[in-house]
């Protein structure tokens, strides 16, 4: 669905960090956690821009992201009142299930993106909910008050040492002394195959959200795809799982996904 929505707010949390809000009551209504936008720059000359959804309440949806080229620059250039073009909400996000009671959410960088609303969402359910933040220095530690105004535990690392744990955020999740029942991540594509190791190790269930540069956002172009488990619910039902003797099939990770079960990825 194409929304026509307009800024309402401008936040820059961090140098090149921009947080836009829009609203966009008939997006807030219908968004899950975990699924993403086609955001369609207003001068119509740069390709749509995939965000995943940051915050949904009431009628205001947010998008936050690094500036990093021609389309990001334009969106962080746009002032509250400018209009814009959103196709969403796209994709299938987090699984929110009540029997996690125990639930570890593992952001890289801008991966803190995509995670808000399913830690909102176990919040709600009554679940302990403990995010493990990682980035390069302290000041890419963006918003992180938001997560603990919204009951969660936070634990940071950064690369260079300046705050929390000196290294790597999936070296906090392997120091956990009490295993979650469930993990859920999103972040650089290595630091997931990371997490994916780590919560195999300690025995956990870990849902992924992949991060892809999407060409049609809607599963149209088969250019975003992963190989999955012929067996997983989330597997396409084209091409079929047993051709060329293959168990494996490719899912597009922009309509099957963002988000997949670790132990159903072909990787």
Same mark, same amino acid.
């Given at each position: 669905m194409v929304h026509t929505v307009h800024v309402t707010d401008r936040q820059e949390l961090a140098p090149d960090v921009v947080l836009i809000g829009l609203n966009a009551p008939e997006l807030v209504k219908m968004t899950l956690p975990g699924q993403?936008?086609?955001?369609?720059?207003?001068?119509?000359?740069?390709?749509?821009?995939?965000?995943?959804?940051?915050e949904a309440e009431g009628d205001r949806a947010s998008v936050m992201f690094f500036v990093v080229g021609k389309r990001t620059r334009e969106l962080a250039a746009l002032g509250v009142g400018e209009k814009l073009d959103v196709v969403g909400p796209l994709g299938n996000g987090f699984t929110i299930d009540a029997k996690y009671r125990d639930v570890a959410i593992v952001a890289g960088g801008v991966g803190i993106a995509s995670v808000l609303l399913p830690a909102i969402a176990y919040k709600e359910l009554g679940a302990r909910?403990?995010?493990?933040?990682?980035?390069?220095?302290?000041?890419?530690?963006?918003? $992180?008050? $938001?997560?603990?105004?919204?009951?969660?535990?936070?634990?940071?690392?950064?690369?260079?040492?300046?705050?929390?744990?000196?290294?790597?955020v999936t070296e906090v999740l392997a120091g956990l002394k009490d295993a979650p029942d469930?993990?859920?991540?999103?972040?650089?594509?290595?630091?997931?195959r990371a997490v994916a190791r780590v919560a195999s190790e300690m025995k956990v269930p870990a849902q992924l959200s992949l991060e892809e540069t999407f060409a049609c956002g809607v599963g149209g172009c088969w250019g975003c795809v992963v190989p999955v488990i012929g067996t997983s619910k989330q597997a396409p039902s084209f091409p079929p799982a047993d051709h060329n003797g293959s168990d494996v099939v490719y899912a597009r990770i922009c309509k099957e996904g963002p988000a997949f079960w670790a132990h159903e990825l072909r990787w």
């Amino acid at each position: 669905m194409v929304h026509t929505v307009h800024v309402t707010d401008r936040q820059e949390l961090a140098p090149d960090v921009v947080l836009i809000g829009l609203n966009a009551p008939e997006l807030v209504k219908m968004t899950l956690p975990g699924q993403f936008v086609m955001l369609v720059p207003p001068g119509g000359e740069s390709a749509a821009t995939a965000l995943g959804i940051y915050e949904a309440e009431g009628d205001r949806a947010s998008v936050m992201f690094f500036v990093v080229g021609k389309r990001t620059r334009e969106l962080a250039a746009l002032g509250v009142g400018e209009k814009l073009d959103v196709v969403g909400p796209l994709g299938n996000g987090f699984t929110i299930d009540a029997k996690y009671r125990d639930v570890a959410i593992v952001a890289g960088g801008v991966g803190i993106a995509s995670v808000l609303l399913p830690a909102i969402a176990y919040k709600e359910l009554g679940a302990r909910v403990r995010l493990l933040y990682g980035a390069r220095d302290s000041t890419l530690l963006v918003d $992180r008050k $938001r997560f603990e105004n919204e009951g969660c535990e936070v634990l940071v690392s950064t690369d260079d040492g300046s705050e929390g744990h000196h290294g790597f955020v999936t070296e906090v999740l392997a120091g956990l002394k009490d295993a979650p029942d469930v993990v859920l991540a999103c972040g650089p594509t290595p630091m997931l195959r990371a997490v994916a190791r780590v919560a195999s190790e300690m025995k956990v269930p870990a849902q992924l959200s992949l991060e892809e540069t999407f060409a049609c956002g809607v599963g149209g172009c088969w250019g975003c795809v992963v190989p999955v488990i012929g067996t997983s619910k989330q597997a396409p039902s084209f091409p079929p799982a047993d051709h060329n003797g293959s168990d494996v099939v490719y899912a597009r990770i922009c309509k099957e996904g963002p988000a997949f079960w670790a132990h159903e990825l072909r990787w």
